[in-house]
């Protein structure tokens, strides 16, 4: 079902996602209005946008997601909120309070002020961080919204994000203020590759730093299916679409969904090299110290790190959760998606492999002068 003439909320809607779905959204729908809620409005994006809008009306509410009366202007009279939000942190760079307050306190106030202004759907971007892997590195291969595992969170950002995922979950049949009932889902993406991807856009400043050379973090056979953005951001509004029939509504109401796309499974590292091999990067065959030698490592400098910490803020390049994740093989189906909302990938792997290689080769040389010149 068209969610022409409708007035979404974008939440954001300036990050790597967010700005793929507003543009999905300008492309696919006419909606009557999408308001961009984000920490900080890029000017040079809203006057892109500004191009294939239409008749669309874009507005912007630029603030915390924690500030109340901001969530209450944006979310008065839209009909759908795509909570894409977040705060990303893999290396333990950021405090927990901050993570929690985002990620957790922010979910937890929007999802209250949908219930106040009468916001029928609520679709939240989880991440598959919230499944795993373990300490232990249990594999996961293939797995789907079924396939029982022991999660055991250490990271915080892990834990925030299945935490306000949980809150989204559960708010699903709440009453609202008219009468009518909120239905929630949440999505989670594989590992987001794509144009604008400032993981990928890391391991290629690595690579130039070692003379072209990427470094190998994770074994051949530790696989994962990376998801393109660009299907990422069609899943959320097949998803939308859905929600407003009210037959799927009672199906997906309160469940998650994994996002994975055709990409072939692949290690981290193996990936690496096969969006930037092209530009004229290598890989190196090995780790480039034993991986248990990497684990002891890793656990010192959690040590310092404990140390030094009412003293100095020190995040280690490097954590043995990390190393985890990197290294144990880890992918899931989108099977359950399909059956309950008709979510096939847009893009297959070689278009998505050409667009993110294209954008990568459009920086490469600022990232090269750049790097040149410290």
Sequence with gaps: MSLAGEVCVVTG???????????????????????????????????????????????????????????????SGAALVFHTASLVDVTGAIEYSELH????????????????????????????????????????????????????????????????????????????????????????????????????????????????????????????????????????????????????RAVMGGNFYYISDDTPPVSYSDFNYAVLSTLGFGMRERHILPLPLLYLLSYFMELVQIVLRPFLRFTPPINRQLLTMLNTPFSFSYQKAHRDFGYSPRYDWEEARRRTTEWLASVLPTERQQLNSK
């Design 13 to 75: 809607a300036c990050g790597f996602l967010g700005e793929k779905l507003v543009r999905l959204l300008l492309e696919d729908e006419k909606l009557a209005e999408i308001r961009l809620l984000d920490r900080n409005i890029r000017s040079e994006l809203i006057q892109s946008l500004d191009d294939c809008r239409g008749d669309t009306k874009l507005s912007v509410f630029e603030g915390d997601i924690r500030e109340c009366e901001l969530l209450r202007r944006a979310c």
């Design 101 to 248: 307050g985002v990620n957790v306190k922010g979910t937890q106030l929007l999802i209250e002020t949908c219930i106040q202004e009468n916001l029928a759907s609520f679709i939240y971007t989880s991440s598959i961080e919230v499944a795993g892997p373990n300490p232990h590195g249990d594999p996961i291969i293939n797995g789907n919204e079924n396939t029982p595992y022991n999660s055991s969170l250490k990271f915080s950002y892990s834990k925030t994000k299945d935490e306000a995922e949980q809150i989204c979950l559960q708010a699903n049949g709440e009453i609202l203020r008219n009468g009518g009932r909120l239905a929630t889902c949440a999505l989670r993406p594989m590992y987001i590759f794509g144009d604008g991807c400032r993981f990928t856009l890391g391991h290629m400043r690595d690579g130039i730093s070692n003379g072209n050379m990427l470094l190998r973090i994770s074994s051949r056979d530790a696989k994962v299916n990376p998801v393109y953005v660009g299907n990422v951001a069609f899943a959320h509004l097949l998803a939308a679409q859905a929600l407003r029939d009210p037959q799927k």
